[in-house]
């Protein structure tokens, strides 16, 4: 898998990984749950580099955003990075330097509330996973 986006899903899919890195039960964020095991067993299968912190960099530069408060506190989301809908990867793009997204802890979003509202699916097959980009 070529981008950072589409290695997440196929991550976040493996029940061999859930101790280190999973999704949030409303399936709008994910969270990683042991960064030390993250750093040792993940970022060297999956990505080109050997730190979280240059994940955390290329997961921003993909529009991530780390959640800082409450239940959700150190996940990351993108309203395009959804459990169970990885078509809606389509829509995440590289935000350019001038449109960067500034965080702001204080407008969060409530995604436990978003959830009960419009919940996502709990998960997804390998089959529903090969979608053309």
């Known amino acids: 898998l070529k981008c950072v986006k589409h290695r997440m899903h196929a991550l976040l899919m493996r029940e061999d990984l859930k101790d280190v890195i999973c999704w949030m039960p409303h399936g709008r964020a994910f969270k990683i749950v042991n960064p030390r095991d993250f750093e040792l067993r993940v970022i060297p299968t999956y990505f ?23 239940r959700e506190r150190h996940a990351f989301y993108n309203e395009y990075f959804l459990r169970g809908l990885p078509h809606l990867c389509k829509k995440m793009t590289r935000p350019s330097l001038t449109k960067k997204v500034i965080c702001d802890p204080d407008h969060e979003p409530d995604l436990f509330r978003i959830s009960m509202e419009h919940p996502v699916p709990e998960s997804i097959s390998l089959d529903d996973f090969n979608y053309t980009v």
Do not use: D, N, Y
């Open 48 to 70: 080109e580099h050997s730190k979280i912190s240059s994940f955390v960099r290329q997961a921003q530069g993909w529009g991530f955003r780390k959640l800082t408060k409450g």
